[in-house]
């Protein structure tokens, strides 16, 4: 990409044809879905490996409606970024993570998967070949949907004879309606979003529609999402629908351990580390709902939710407040240091970038 001025200019992969930016507002671009110029598709037999894949125009898929993602929820879907520097490079972040944990997903679901290196070659040509939406510095990014399903014919329950790995990309902005402002969290008592055993800890489609119900019904009250505990002794703190939480408590963080029920977030993971790096003590264990009443800051992480930090939370009918009102300091140094290793505004002490 070539960068004059505030235009860039994008050169297609497929076309050799230069183009400007897409034209869309990119001021204003929220968390919704936006048709794009090229999906990526790959197929392969049960009992066989991915072995070639291809860019098509962006479109509707054909599934024969005994497709084991349709009858039988087949399926796990991935999620990262890609940003555009000011020097035009595009920067993706740790996207061998998202490959690994798509071949552990898979083999949870009994599917095969592409390989680390595959994976990441299909991200890249998806993200170049629809480099005009990237948006520009500052205004969001790319992000960027693996999906990985069961598309052959079943009926009766098995795992499906044929699977497909598809990639499509929308830019996005924040997830959350507030922007940067903290969200409203409320605690669900009654619904779970996975037991122990079940499958939690992989990025399963069906993990999504099972928090659909009490998402709707929080977000009707006026919260943002929900917040989960533990299904068995309903005490624990999991995990919101759509990203990983965080306690701080002066100099000490405090997360969820991953042991099966909670999704291994890589926004997660990083921050983590980054936390280490400048200093603060991590814990990654149980986290009691009542460690919320004296936390001085709560903050989600995922790649849609980036660091979001959370203004208060309600749960059994009473509200604890963070951050009087702002963001709270812990939460907006973890959200810069990692927002600014994405953005290509700091070192990559850790290598976690890939530039295209
Ligand atoms: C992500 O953060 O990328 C996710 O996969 C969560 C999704 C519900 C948007």
Known sequence: AINSGNTFRVASPLSNVTSELADIDWDNLGFGFMPTDYMYIMKCAQGENFSKGELQRFGNIELCPSAGILNYGQGLFEGLKAYRKH?????LFRPEENATRLMMGAERMCMPSPSVEQF?????????ANERWIPP???GSLYIRPLLMGSGAVLGLAPAPEYTFLIYV???????????????LVVETEMHRATPGGTGGVKTIGNYAAVLKAQSAAKAKGYSDVLYLDSFQKRYLEEVSSCNVFIVKGNLIVTPAIKGTILPGITRKSIIDVAINQGFQVEERQVSVDELLDADEVFCTGTAVVVSPVGSITHQGRRVTYGNDGVGLVSQQLYSALTSLQMGLSEDKMGWIVEL
Do not use: C, H, Q, R
């Open 87 to 91: 020097d035009g490079n595009i920067l």
């Open 120 to 128: 990441v070659e299909a991200v890249k040509a998806t993200v170049l």
């Open 137 to 139: 510095p500052g205004k």
């Open 170 to 184: 929308s830019p996005v902005g924040n997830y959350f309606k507030e922007g940067l402002a903290p969200i409203n």
